[in-house]
């Protein structure tokens, strides 16, 4: 498998937590909006090593999920920003564009050094 992306967690948000009844999650770089801040995983602005696309796989330290639909504006925001909303939905399209949906599992247990991967197979 070829990593696309990869990224480790730096901080959490005090209020990351909230956004697990939705199935959800936020990313963002150091630069976040203040009124964001609190709701988001925080991480560095890393490349991105290629295209997202549907029927890769987003690996959440040892938890896989394959990725069914990426917005428009998810991969720049990402690789701009460390911004992208990540939601366990399975939809086979983005209802926002700076989201990645990603199959209707559970979501993983997230805290500080998480390594997050986008992985071409």
């Not at 909006?33 to 959440?60: M, T």
């Not at 983005?94 to 197979?121: F, H, N, R, W, Y």
């Amino acid at each position: 498998m070829n990593v696309i992306y990869e990224n480790k967690v730096k901080a959490l948000g005090a209020c990351v937590k909230e956004f697990e009844d939705s199935n959800m999650f936020i990313l963002f770089g150091d630069n976040a909006p203040e009124e964001l801040k609190d709701y988001c995983y925080s991480i560095n602005v890393n490349p991105i090593n290629g295209a997202i696309g549907a029927g890769q796989i987003l690996k959440i330290d040892e938890n896989e999920y394959r990725i069914t639909a990426v917005g428009e504006e998810a991969p720049v925001t990402l690789a701009g920003l460390g911004h992208c909303t990540v939601n366990f939905n399975g939809a086979s399209a983005a209802e926002l564009p700076g989201t990645i949906c990603v199959e209707s599992k559970p979501m993983p247990d997230i805290q500080v050094g998480t390594v997050i991967q986008i992985l071409e197979i």
